[in-house]
């Protein structure tokens, strides 16, 4: 099925001023127009936060999970036409565990592009403009190798590669998930090196990744400097907690996205009226951050 058309303006103050639609905001910037220009891989990522960066709360299960007080179509909608544009994208273990028991349910990003899928027009638009198939290829950070890959990846014909450590790449773990047909690459000692990453992914010719998962993977990008761009989709309203330990915020650092060293705001739009998930009526920023030059 395909999800509803969101007939949306939104306000645009950088860099122009202006109204322009919701719909096809994100998917009309050519990202494998700006990766040709950049003469290397473009390195995105994404995240709904609050107006204090956090982005997850612990659910009554004991995880994480994005917060209802931040879930809106409007926001979904953005996501899925940045995953629409990438080549590969990145996730984690502890996703793939949580897809293999959710299911749609888990914040789909490895098969809503499919036939019959959330956005499935967005799969029909990838293969229009020429992209191998319905969705991007996947690559799995994870020092531990203590999962398995849900066998609708396994079906799907996409290349899934694993980057670990150099010990748990030539462990008992890694012969089974090479068995079901992914790729192991060695990236680090103590953990996953974001620079052996992202070469051995441009080195693979993928031209846009996404890193789909939660700050730590972030982190290691931003150590490695290797992001190229930061998309925040900020939420007006601050999310109430007791316990810090409980919530989860898009820096590792506990820092500011709006001071994040080395990147500069070069778009930003607003949605004036979005409702949350707990039905909250609010507005909503959608801000992007370049790698300064």
């Given at each position: 099925?395909?999800?509803?058309?969101?007939?949306?303006?939104?306000?645009?103050?950088?860099?122009?001023?202006?109204?322009?639609?919701?719909?096809?905001?994100?998917?009309?910037?050519?990202?494998?127009?700006?990766?040709?220009?950049?003469?290397?891989?473009?390195?995105?990522?994404?995240?709904?936060?609050?107006?204090?960066?956090?982005?997850?709360?612990?659910?009554?299960?004991?995880?994480?999970?994005?917060?209802?007080?931040?879930?809106?179509?409007n926001d979904w909608r953005l996501?899925?036409?940045?995953?629409?544009?990438?080549?590969?994208?990145?996730?984690?273990?502890?996703?793939?565990?949580r897809f293999a028991k959710l299911?749609?349910?888990?914040?789909?990003?490895?098969?809503?592009?499919?036939?019959?899928?959330?956005?499935?027009?967005?799969?029909?638009?990838?293969?229009?403009?020429?992209?191998?198939?319905?969705?991007?290829?996947?690559?799995?950070?994870?020092?531990?190798?203590?999962?398995?890959?849900?066998?609708?990846?396994?079906?799907?014909?996409?290349?899934?590669?694993?980057?670990?450590?150099?010990?748990?790449?030539?462990?008992?773990?890694?012969?089974?998930?090479?068995?079901?047909?992914?790729?192991?690459?060695?990236a680090g000692t103590d953990g996953?090196?974001?620079?052996?990453?992202?070469?051995?992914?441009?080195?693979?010719?993928?031209?846009?990744?996404?890193?789909?998962?939660?700050?730590?993977?972030?982190?290691?990008?931003?150590?490695?400097?290797?992001?190229?761009?930061?998309?925040?989709?900020?939420?007006?309203?601050?999310?109430?907690?007791?316990?810090?330990?409980?919530?989860?915020?898009?820096?590792?650092?506990?820092?500011?996205?709006?001071?994040?060293?080395?990147?500069?705001?070069?778009?930003?739009?607003?949605?004036?009226?979005?409702?949350?998930?707990?039905?909250?009526?609010?507005?909503?920023?959608?801000?992007?951050?370049?790698?300064?030059?």
């Open positions: 099925m395909s999800p509803e058309k969101i007939s949306v303006l939104v306000r645009e103050t950088i860099p122009n001023e202006r109204r322009v639609p919701l719909e096809g905001l994100y998917l009309n910037q050519n990202l494998r127009g700006l990766a040709e220009k950049l003469g290397s891989p473009l390195v995105i990522a994404n995240y709904v936060t609050d107006l204090d960066d956090i982005i997850a709360t612990k659910g009554k299960s004991g995880d994480f999970e994005v917060a209802k007080e931040l879930k809106n179509p996501f899925q036409e940045l995953t629409a544009q990438a080549d590969v994208i990145i996730t984690g273990a502890g996703y793939l565990n299911g749609e349910a888990a914040e789909n990003v490895l098969t809503q592009f499919d036939e019959g899928g959330a956005f499935e027009e967005l799969g029909e638009w990838r293969l229009q403009k020429g992209y191998k198939s319905r969705n991007p290829d996947i690559a799995i950070v994870s020092r531990s190798l203590d999962f398995s890959i849900p066998e609708s990846l396994v079906k799907s014909g996409r290349e899934i590669i694993i980057f670990t450590t150099d010990v748990s790449a030539s462990s008992d773990a890694a012969i089974k998930l090479k068995a079901q047909g992914a790729t192991i690459v060695a996953v090196d974001g620079k052996i990453m992202i070469d051995h992914l441009g080195s693979t010719g993928y031209k846009v990744i996404k890193m789909t998962t939660g700050p730590r993977v972030l982190d290691i990008l931003l150590k490695a400097g290797v992001l190229n761009r930061l998309y925040i989709t900020r939420v007006n309203r601050n999310i109430t907690y007791d316990d810090p330990s409980e919530v989860i915020r898009v820096l590792l650092s506990g820092g500011k996205v709006s001071e994040l060293p080395g990147f500069t705001l070069t778009q930003r739009y607003i949605d004036e009226n979005i409702v949350t998930k707990d039905w909250f009526k609010t507005s909503q920023e959608f801000l992007v951050y370049d790698k300064s030059k």
